[in-house]
């Protein structure tokens, strides 16, 4: 199966230790070792916002913003590769047709941000539909998609299986207030609904309930499930 794996950069941050890393390591070479081909995107996490912060008070615009916010996503991108046994002998994809050919070449590729203007949560996304992913995992801080902040919503409550077009619903009503962040960015949802792709939003913290999910479809997050629309 192809598959993508969207792992937050609060997930592989080098501030939790380097034994995180090598646990997403092993579940992508165990991935590729079970016949899968798992394309990983990495992303900047609380690491990437410090650069971003600081870069703003020296008064960098928002384009260059954006490219130390990639910069600190390959940055991560590279812990990973360095921990796989099974990795494409290669820096991190920077772009779709690279990531592409490395998993043409040894089942896995790896990859941070892109392009400027968007998060690695709408990388996932396209990639999943360059390379015609069977599903698409976001491995995120959060344990779902819910209907409002569970951070500040004890009422909160998750969606166990949305379509593309009701995520996009969702994610809208989620970005209008201010401080309540959504587990995917709007971007992301438009290419799943665009794609038809077949994904799951979960808690990405503990790797092997990611492997899980790919291997067993077993999972506690949001399915995200294509339909005839
Ligand atoms: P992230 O994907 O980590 O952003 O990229 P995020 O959603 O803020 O982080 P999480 O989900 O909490 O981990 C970090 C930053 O890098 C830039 C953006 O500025 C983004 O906020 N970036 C990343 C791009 O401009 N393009 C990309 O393709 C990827």
Same mark, same amino acid.
């Given at each position: 199966?192809?598959?993508?794996?969207?792992?937050?950069g609060?997930?592989?941050a080098?501030?939790?230790?380097?034994?995180?890393?090598? %646990?997403?390591?092993d579940?992508? =070479?165990?991935l590729?070792? +079970?016949?899968?081909?798992p @394309?990983?995107v990495?992303?900047?996490?609380g690491?990437?916002?410090?650069?971003?912060?600081?870069?703003r008070e020296?008064g960098?615009?928002e384009?260059?913003?954006?490219a130390i916010?990639?910069?600190?996503?390959r940055?991560n991108?590279?812990?990973?590769?360095?921990?796989?046994e099974r990795?494409p002998?290669?820096?991190p994809?920077?772009t779709?047709?690279?990531?592409?050919?490395?998993l043409?070449?040894?089942?896995?590729?790896?990859?941070?941000g892109v392009?400027p203007?968007?998060?690695t949560d709408?990388v996932s996304?396209a990639? %999943?539909?360059?390379?015609?992913a =069977?599903l698409?995992?976001? +491995?995120?801080?959060?344990? @779902?998609v819910f209907?409002?902040?569970?951070?500040?919503?004890?009422d909160?409550?998750?969606?166990e299986?949305?379509?593309?077009?009701?995520?996009?619903?969702?994610?809208v009503?989620?970005?209008m207030?201010?401080g309540?962040?959504?587990?995917v960015?709007?971007?992301?949802?438009?290419l799943?609904?665009r794609?038809?792709?077949h994904?799951?939003?979960?808690?990405?913290?503990?790797?092997?309930?990611?492997l899980?999910?790919?291997?067993h479809?077993?999972?506690?997050?949001t399915e995200i499930?294509?339909?005839?629309?």
């Amino acid at each position: 199966m192809q598959v993508v794996i969207s792992v937050g950069g609060s997930i592989l941050a080098p501030g939790n230790g380097p034994d995180q890393i090598a %646990a997403y390591a092993d579940v992508v =070479d165990r991935l590729a070792d +079970a016949g899968h081909s798992p @394309g990983v995107v990495v992303g900047g996490g609380g690491v990437a916002r410090e650069y971003i912060e600081t870069g703003r008070e020296l008064g960098a615009n928002e384009i260059e913003l954006d490219a130390i916010g990639i910069a600190v996503t390959r940055v991560n991108a590279r812990l990973l590769l360095a921990a796989m046994e099974r990795g494409p002998g290669a820096p991190p994809a920077s772009t779709y047709e690279v990531a592409q050919r490395q998993l043409q070449r040894t089942d896995v590729a790896v990859m941070g941000g892109v392009s400027p203007g968007h998060t690695t949560d709408a990388v996932s996304a396209a990639l %999943a539909e360059y390379v015609g992913a =069977d599903l698409l995992v976001f +491995a995120t801080s959060v344990e @779902g998609v819910f209907d409002t902040d569970p951070n500040v919503d004890a009422d909160a409550t998750k969606y166990e299986e949305l379509r593309p077009s009701e995520l996009v619903d969702v994610i809208v009503s989620l970005e209008m207030n201010a401080g309540s962040p959504a587990p995917v960015d709007l971007l992301a949802a438009k290419l799943i609904q665009r794609a038809g792709l077949h994904a799951i939003v979960m808690d990405g913290s503990d790797s092997e309930r990611v492997l899980r999910a790919v291997l067993h479809d077993e999972h506690e997050g949001t399915e995200i499930v294509p339909t005839a629309e």
